[in-house]
């Protein structure tokens, strides 16, 4: 019975912390042109940049986090693997993500310049 009540004590923590606490980012996050893209289910600009909880992706190219991005303030640095167009293979890039709140997500892959405001598409 005790055994229970600490297991039942455990789930409930778990759910009152809530997604800061260790969840993973929710929903997609973009630029005007990302989200547009997401809506209509393709990408016909060079300006789309599109983030999630798995990796980034832009028009050309894009990046898989080894570890799923956590919805907290301030910077995050993500070891991904990366390709981009035009480029033979992948590579393994430490990618920032800084979460300024209202503010959005700002990300920055070694060599490019950093990207953002993204915003919520939802």
Request: proline letters at 3%; a negative charge.
């Amino acid at each position: 019975m005790a055994r229970s009540a600490a297991l039942f004590s455990l789930v409930l923590a778990a759910i009152v912390s809530g997604p800061a606490a260790g969840g993973v980012l929710a929903g997609s996050w973009g630029n005007d042109v990302g989200c547009a893209g997401l809506k209509v289910g393709y990408q016909d600009s060079d300006a789309y940049i599109v983030l999630t909880a798995e990796g980034i992706e832009t028009y050309g190219s894009g990046c898989r986090f080894a570890h799923q991005l956590k919805p907290v303030l301030g910077e995050q640095s993500l070891i991904s693997t990366c390709s981009a167009e035009g480029e033979a293979g992948r590579t393994v890039e430490t990618v920032v993500v800084t979460n300024k709140g209202e503010d959005g997500f700002f990300v920055t892959i070694p060599g490019l310049e950093e990207m953002g405001p993204l915003q919520s598409c939802s």
